[in-house]
């Protein structure tokens, strides 16, 4: 069995690992003892207009909004590995430890959703909802996507994990999610990639993301990191056909005692590839807060172009961060920008913001709102983004008192 | 006799354990305009935010009564609230906040010191858009993050609009006028002027004599070496301007 990656490890410093290494490693599917459970038990989000809907518990199909023309399907685990590796140009059973989760979920999980978009098929968009409601005690969640987005096709993929107890004494269930999303973009082709991670207090989340991006064909994905006790994403984008582009955009809160961990690599390896990364973190009480982006430009990724914005906001007295950028360029013909900030709330303007009579804490809430509504503002739908902004505004002691999230 | 609405007795500050005010002494009544001018490094600006609360200041030495009450014992915002404001001289950029989410927040912050309940949306709308109207300020400024890439003159406006959606009693404006066209200093000087009132006082701090014509002062101050070297009427203002600062220095 694939051994787990340790704090020594390179990319791994961060990570809050004992939750994995600690919950049974089996399917929680497979515990017969616990109930069934359907699409009205689980607490579900409001659904999105124009989105058609795919629920998994525990990493496994129990609902559906089909639309006429879904382009989605359900694959047993054991045959959509192989299959999608071709796909993706990348080894899944690479032997590296960055890999070794992805590889476990390979293993474990038992059922993958599969997302395959033609070429140049007419926009289409659809949401992916994840819900946890095993105990650690119970197995882990091995829950896999698979998208792969046709020649100049546009796609909009929402993606969310969540945590739902049976009742509500038990919403905050300590379960163990081992995720893993497996891309690919076709030359020309759009996608938008929107991921939230909501988990309840207790939730452990982790998830591993593999994606290789076409010539011309561009990558969006936004990420917001804001449930569970603990969490860690770790994403390779191979940038591998000329003019390939990433955006990122990561928005992270850790509240409490609250740590997240992200490792992000963006490989350049053709010619004018670009990448735009966004990184805005707070870390509030005793949070702790990392992210590593990682960025590799190839011998042969002539004119590559890259820009890296990485800030992190420590509020709380016994607040972490580390927020790092990593360059490896291996050409001269390149433009690198990076920037990396960690510091406290900007006292000339909650100065500003007292003298106008506002209260302390909603004057810091006030910054807190601004400083990772850069990172919110790029989610493209807006009545996901306004969620996300009602989820985190929760998050910032007393947002919601302005009416910061209602105003037109 | 009334309380004073600002009463300033022998008050001496500190910043970065330099002297910056050395028994400063001045009496705002109800209904008047006060102006401060003084040469640069004479503590103008240290004046306005001591006054107002901003920390790194250290208050070494006299008092300070806002209508009857010890200001220096407020907290920044509890003045705010009481009822002082003050205009920046150079108004801080505060990206991602919305300009009408700052205005909405302030207001409702006072008037839930006040007892009132927070105020309609759509009449704050409505408030605001006349005041805007009166600064010459176009709509699409609520939506923009306060002061975030503004001209100079903008800003400025914008502290004046903020000032009139407020309402303060006390209004300490630091050196407004620098920095403006002469148009924008009208636009500014008219704002100043709604708000004039029996029971509000101004204290405006200006380098130039040229904003005391617009906004007439009641008494002109000198401010040199951290205290008042002078006071007069408003043609205090005309005399410096002809002759500089030396002078006052000098007799002080």
Not at chain 2, 43 to 61: H, Q
Request: hydrophobic share 40%; net charge neutral; charged share 25%.
């Amino acid at each position: 069995m694939t051994a787990l990656p340790t704090n020594r490890d390179e990319n791994w410093r961060y990570a809050n690992l004992r939750p994995l290494a600690r919950a049974r490693a089996d399917n929680a599917r497979a515990d017969n003892t616990r109930p069934e459970l359907g699409p009205h038990d689980l607490n579900l989000p409001r659904s999105l207009d124009g989105f058609e809907r795919w629920v998994f518990c525990d990493g496994r199909f129990v609902a559906a909004n089909p639309s006429p023309d879904s382009r989605v399907q359900l694959l047993d685990a054991r045959n959509a590995g192989e299959s999608f590796a071709a796909l993706l140009d990348a080894d899944l059973a690479a032997a590296g430890v960055d890999f070794s989760l992805a590889r476990i979920n390979a293993a474990r999980g038992d059922q993958v959703v599969q997302i395959e978009v033609a070429d140049d098929s007419p926009a289409l968009q659809l949401e992916l909802v994840f819900v946890a409601t095993a105990p650690a005690a119970s197995g882990t969640s091995y829950p896999r996507a698979q998208i792969v987005a046709g020649r100049n096709s546009r796609l909009t993929v929402i993606e969310r994990h969540l945590t739902a107890g049976t009742g509500a004494a038990d919403a905050d269930t300590d379960s163990v999610i081992n995720a893993a999303c497996d891309v690919s973009l076709r030359p020309g082709a759009v996608l938008e990639h929107i991921r939230v991670q909501c988990g309840g207090a207790r939730t452990s989340h982790f998830d591993t993301l593999i994606a290789n991006v076409g010539e011309n064909a561009t990558y969006r994905l936004r990420t917001t990191t804001l449930g569970g006790l603990t969490s860690r994403t770790t994403a390779f984008i191979k940038l591998a056909g000329r003019g390939a582009r990433c955006e990122f955009g990561a928005a992270i809160v850790a509240n409490g005692t609250q740590t997240h961990d992200m490792f992000v690599e963006i490989d350049h390896a053709a010619p004018e590839t670009s990448t735009r990364e966004i990184f805005r973190g707070i870390a509030n009480d005793r949070g702790k807060l990392a992210f590593n982006g990682k960025m590799i430009v190839r011998e042969n990724a002539h004119g590559a172009d890259s820009d890296q914005s990485l800030r992190s906001l420590l509020t709380g007295a016994g607040a972490e961060a580390a927020a790092r950028p990593q360059l490896e360029i291996y050409t001269d013909k390149v433009r690198a920008k990076h920037g990396a900030t960690t510091g406290k709330l900007d006292e000339q303007m909650l100065f500003y913001l007292l003298s106008r009579g506002i209260d302390r804490p909603q004057a810091q809430a006030l910054l807190q709102w601004a400083f990772i509504e850069d990172a919110v503002s790029l989610v493209p739908v807006p009545a996901l983004r306004q969620e996300i902004e009602q989820l985190i505004a929760a998050r910032l002691n007393s947002v919601n008192s302005l009416g910061l999230v209602d105003l037109p | 006799m009334t309380t004073p609405l600002l009463k300033i007795e022998n008050l001496s500050a500190t910043v970065g354990g330099k002297k910056v005010l050395q028994g400063l002494t001045l009496t705002v009544n109800a209904g008047e305009v006060h102006a401060i001018m003084g040469p640069n490094g004479s503590g103008k600006s240290t004046l306005s935010y001591v006054l107002a609360g901003r920390p790194g200041y250290e208050i070494t030495g006299g008092r300070v009564e806002f209508q009857g009450k010890d200001l220096l014992a407020m907290e920044a915002e509890e003045r705010a609230r009481a009822g002082l404001f003050l205009g920046f001289q150079y108004p801080v950029e505060i990206p991602g906040v919305n300009n009408v989410y700052l205005l909405k927040a302030a207001m409702n912050a006072k008037r839930k010191a006040e007892g009132k309940s927070e105020v309609d949306a759509y009449e704050f709308l409505q408030l605001v858009r006349g005041k805007m109207k009166l600064m010459q300020m176009d709509e699409s400024f609520l939506s923009r993050g306060v002061n975030e890439g503004f001209s100079g003159g903008e800003k400025k406006r914008n502290e004046i609009l903020q000032m009139l959606v407020l309402e303060p009693t006390l209004a300490v404006l630091d050196e407004t006028d620098s920095g403006l066209d002469i148009d924008a200093l009208k636009v500014v000087a008219r704002g100043v002027k709604t708000l004039q009132s029996a029971d509000r006082g101004v204290l405006l701090i200006t380098h130039y004599q040229r904003l005391l014509d617009h906004i007439v002062p009641d008494q002109v101050h000198v401010l040199a070496r951290g205290r008042i070297a002078r006071s007069g009427g408003k043609e205090l203002a005309h005399e410096l301007e002809r002759r500089g600062y030396d002078w006052v220095l000098e007799v002080a």
